[in-house]
């Protein structure tokens, strides 16, 4: 992993760094903020390679943004970008009119060599993350992307929900996917869908859209855990697909909907026993989505060969772990 703060400059230092040494050198971008603002600067990122990608993220000061023809001949990419605004909306200029509004939460698809101009709507600072593919024959598919100017992804698209689910996947710091690079094709895959270079009803996009369906079924999963009446029809309903989808979509893990919710509730619980002991055993149960206590102890002595109350005795174990 790459990363690296201003905090570590002397404040007159740091925006000049910023710009030249991490901007223009780094990420090929010049950089620009009124004189008055300097020394206020501050910035930080990490970078960190996803199978043959490399996904980053960055929060700074406010600042003028742009990629010229020379920035593009000094640092070419030949990459397909899928971009996040967290936090600190703006205007995109790609010089076409109108002007893009970016505004927090919404997605950007690019070409990495291909001229821009950001200006922030606030003052307040900004969020970002950004994933970087590079582009090859295997992501491709005899499609064209050079020439795939900055664009929103309309969260009306249908790929939207599943890329917007994988990218949060793949950007997440620290998560641990058994196939990245699988992954990765199938996020191109879907940013192609989107901007009309890749059919649906091809191999390669009905792929994607179900790994990235895949993902938006385990976030749901994940955000509404504590739910007792969580099902295979509350997930189709959001997601706009059919029940027999659903269940489809967790087949290649080996693990039904069912189980692998099961899993999810038994690991927040393990985690809430040893985060929260003053809390009853029954009300982590409960709180994790388990309708009885009966049930709560019969998949947790499966998963850990121990009971709640030995495993918060003893400090935390490993699923599968034995008793000893």
Not at 191 to 200: E, M, N, P, T
Not at 211 to 217: M, V, Y
Request: proline share 5%; with cysteine.
């Amino acid at each position: 992993m790459l990363s690296f703060s201003t905090d570590d400059l002397r404040p007159q230092d740091r925006f000049d760094h910023w710009c030249e040494v991490r901007g223009k050198n780094l990420f090929g971008v010049t950089i620009e903020l009124e004189r008055e603002r300097r020394a206020d600067f501050r910035g930080a990122f990490s970078a960190w390679q996803v199978g043959n990608a490399v996904a980053s993220e960055m929060h700074a000061s406010s600042y003028r943004i742009s990629r010229t023809t020379a920035d593009i001949a000094h640092r070419a990419g030949n990459s397909l970008c899928i971009s996040l605004q967290v936090r600190g909306p703006g205007w995109l200029d790609v010089g076409r009119r109108p002007h893009q509004y970016v505004g927090e939460g919404q997605l950007v698809i690019s070409h990495s060599d291909l001229p821009y101009h950001g200006t922030p709507q606030r003052s307040d600072g900004f969020e970002f993350r950004m994933l970087k593919i590079p582009l090859s024959g295997d992501i491709l598919l005899g499609a064209t992307a050079d020439d795939l100017h900055a664009a929103l992804l309309p969260h009306s698209a249908p790929s939207a929900r599943p890329l917007a689910a994988l990218f949060r996947a793949l950007t997440r710091s620290g998560a641990h996917m058994s196939d990245p690079a699988a992954h990765i094709a199938h996020a191109a895959h879907l940013a192609l869908l989107a901007r009309g270079r890749l059919g649906a009803g091809s191999p390669e996009g009905r792929a994607a859209l179900r790994a990235g369906f895949l993902e938006a079924a385990r976030e749901i999963m994940i955000r509404d855990l504590r739910r007792p009446d969580l099902s295979p029809e509350t997930v189709a309903g959001e997601l706009a697909i059919s029940v027999r989808q659903v269940h489809v979509l967790f087949e290649p893990t080996g693990l039904s909907f069912t189980r692998t919710l099961t899993a999810a509730r038994i690991k927040e619980a393990a985690r809430l026993l040893q985060a929260e002991p003053q809390t009853s055993i029954a009300d982590i149960a409960y709180s994790c989505g388990f309708d009885s206590l009966s049930a709560f102890y019969r998949a947790f002595q499966k998963a850990y060969d121990m009971t709640p109350r030995e495993q918060r005795r003893e400090g935390g174990a490993s699923p599968g772990r034995a008793r000893r």
